[in-house]
């Protein structure tokens, strides 16, 4: 029964969900549920970004970078990762990176 609430929390999210971002931040953030599991998956839209670190629902969610790396983590134009966000419908995400804080809500 708390799997099919947690899908069906994290679903309704989804279905109204808006990505607000600043023109100039150095990342395309979209989500999606894989699985049951919320993903946030960042594409880096700058020719070179460090991410040093990450809060999903500051701080109020249970969440990991899809592999094993470390931060921080430092990407060329185009790559990405995947944070994937646990038990948790995912309303907003922080990114700390060389180029400053970005803040992307979900609604």
Do not use: W
């Amino acid at each position: 029964m708390k799997h099919v609430l947690r899908l069906l929390a994290v679903t309704s999210a989804l279905l109204a969900c808006s990505t607000s971002q600043a023109e100039d931040a150095p990342f395309d953030v979209n989500m999606h549920v894989e699985q049951g599991v919320g993903v946030v998956q960042l594409q880096a839209v700058a020719d070179q970004v460090v991410l040093t670190d990450f809060k999903v629902n500051r701080g109020n969610c249970k969440s990991k970078l899809g592999g094993i790396y470390p931060l921080p983590l430092t990407f060329k134009f185009g790559q990405g990762v995947k944070i994937f966000a646990y038990s948790c419908a995912v309303k907003e995400v922080t990114l700390t990176t060389n180029q400053g804080d970005f803040r992307y809500t979900f609604r």
